[in-house]
């Protein structure tokens, strides 16, 4: 008899934890977008030399989150040098976008599906201009793809002794909105 009540009490207790945290249900955090320009900042400024011609810099990257379509915006300042041209540098800017999405192998927020959105650069004819967007498109894969824009701390995870899963990322004009769910 008493092994029956130990066994129901231990049952109970165990119903009663799993039923507390599905009464927690989904929380929010919020990640403004100081945060995620502070992560991007870390990551330049980026050079590097393409087709053995073009020696490329980028820097001084300013994040926009575009609200509803979960996609990022940055701008660089970028600097082309060709190495057949001594001295000669042309000046610009280059507009990156990428969709954001949880990797959960990683806990982080990723960048996906990048892309130039427009790529300007002072000097330079359009014949030319039209060619070098093309290293653009080489540069956009190199510094935002599978590039973690933000990495959540292993606490961010746990809240009144429950585990949470981030689930989804809801972008708004000054920050992303994280979905953290109860791990089942």
Same mark, same amino acid.
């Given at each position: 008899?008493?092994?029956?009540?130990?066994?129901?009490?231990?049952?109970?207790?165990? %119903?009663?934890?799993?039923?507390?945290?599905?009464?927690?249900?989904?929380?929010?955090?919020?990640? $403004?977008?100081? #945060?995620?320009?502070e992560a991007m900042d870390? #990551?330049?400024?980026?050079?590097?030399?393409?087709?053995?011609?073009?020696?490329?810099?980028?820097?001084?990257?300013?994040?926009?989150?575009?609200?509803?379509?979960?996609?990022?915006?940055?701008?660089?300042?970028?600097?082309?040098? $060709?190495?057949?041209?001594?001295?000669?540098?042309?000046?610009?800017?280059?507009?990156?976008?990428?969709?954001?999405?949880?990797?959960?192998?990683?806990?982080?927020?990723?960048?996906?599906?990048?892309?130039?959105? #427009?790529?300007?650069?002072?000097?330079?004819?359009?014949?030319?201009?039209?060619?070098?967007?093309?290293?653009?498109?080489?540069?956009?894969?190199?510094?935002?793809?599978?590039?973690?824009?933000?990495?959540?701390? $292993?606490?961010?995870?746990?809240?009144?002794?429950?585990?949470?899963?981030?689930?989804?990322?809801?972008?708004?004009?000054?920050?992303?909105?994280?979905? %953290?769910?109860?791990?089942?």
């Amino acid at each position: 008899m008493k092994s029956r009540l130990t066994a129901l009490l231990a049952i109970t207790i165990v %119903f009663l934890m799993t039923a507390c945290a599905g009464l927690l249900g989904p929380r929010e955090v919020e990640l $403004p977008l100081y #945060k995620l320009q502070e992560a991007m900042d870390r #990551k330049f400024p980026f050079s590097n030399r393409y087709l053995e011609i073009f020696d490329i810099s980028v820097s001084h990257p300013k994040l926009a989150l575009q609200p509803g379509t979960n996609r990022i915006v940055t701008s660089l300042e970028t600097v082309i040098a $060709p190495s057949l041209l001594n001295n000669k540098a042309w000046t610009g800017s280059m507009e990156l976008s990428g969709v954001l999405h949880l990797d959960p192998a990683r806990n982080a927020i990723m960048l996906d599906e990048p892309r130039v959105e #427009k790529f300007l650069l002072d000097g330079v004819d359009a014949r030319y201009a039209k060619q070098l967007a093309k290293i653009g498109t080489l540069l956009v894969d190199q510094i935002l793809k599978d590039t973690p824009l933000y990495t959540f701390r $292993p606490e961010d995870f746990q809240y009144a002794g429950t585990r949470f899963l981030p689930t989804t990322i809801t972008t708004r004009s000054n920050s992303l909105v994280v979905t %953290f769910e109860p791990a089942k």
